[in-house]
T-cell receptor
Framework: DSGVTQTPKHLITATGQRVTLRCSPR?????VYWYQQSLDQGLQFLIQ???????AKGNILERFSAQQFPDLHSELNLSSLELGDSALYFC????????????FGNGTRLTVT | ELKVEQNPLFLSMQEGKNYTIYCNYS?????LYWYRQDPGKSLESLFV?????AVKQEGRLMASLDTKARLSTLHITAAVHDLSATYFC?????????????FGKGTKLSVKP
């Protein structure tokens, strides 16, 4: 158990809808990362937050947004969902904002129908 | 833009055999990470290689890093079925992604009796 908690585990929704994925980092970790894993694109870095502030952006679509709250949990919001958004979304956390190992949650499997 | 390439992407081995997975990355970095992922599961940190020439071993797995060649290897000795999983290498992208980890596509290892 990595100590990173993600909810929900599974999410099935229709195209055009909006969903929110939640992540609680390991105790003591200040940095939260979001990754998307799909069969064709592999594991893609989406966005990183450190102590409540956005630190870096990767291949994140404009339809997607995230935030990290004062208690350090993070939410990833996905809107106007398309079939291609179906993927496994991982949250990871680390102590500092760079150069430290990431600890991954169990992921949220999103299916868009 | 940092690119991380692994090969092979698929590897079918017999128990007891040895093999090496290669990870090349395109921009300068002094560290490299290896992760393991079982089907439908999260990513588990295997090795963190923090300098040129670093070598780490855990059981039948040994990882090494050559920063001058921008190459890391994961060597499997006397494979057993329990090693069947997908192995990812990841390098920090100090350019656009502020040091966030960029992952290779993964090597899916299948060890057969």
């Amino acid at each position: 158990d990595s100590g990173v908690t993600q909810t929900p585990k599974h999410l099935i929704t229709a195209t055009g809808q909006r969903v929110t994925l939640r992540c609680s980092p390991r105790s003591g970790d200040l940095s939260v990362y979001w990754y998307q894993q799909s069969l064709d694109q592999g594991l893609q870095f989406l966005i990183q937050y450190y102590n409540g502030e956005e630190r870096a952006k990767g291949n994140i679509l404009e339809r997607f947004s995230a935030q990290q709250f004062p208690d350090l949990h993070s939410e990833l919001n996905l809107s106007s969902l398309e079939l291609g958004d179906s993927a496994l979304y991982f949250c990871a956390s680390s102590v500092v904002w760079r150069d430290s190992p990431l600890h991954f949650g169990n992921g949220t499997r999103l299916t868009v129908t | 833009e940092l690119k991380v390439e692994q090969n092979p992407l698929f590897l079918s081995m017999q128990e007891g055999k040895n093999y090496t997975i290669y990870c090349n990355y395109s921009t300068t970095s002094d560290r490299l990470y290896w992760y393991r992922q079982d089907p439908g599961k999260s990513l588990e940190s295997l090795f963190v290689l923090l300098s040129n020439g670093a070598v780490k071993q855990e059981g039948r797995l040994m990882a090494s890093l050559d920063t001058k060649a921008r190459l890391s290897t994961l060597h499997i000795t006397a494979a057993v079925h329990d090693l069947s999983a997908t192995y990812f290498c990841a390098s920090p992208d100090y350019g656009g992604s502020q040091g966030n980890l960029i992952f290779g596509k993964g090597t899916k290892l299948s060890v057969k009796p």
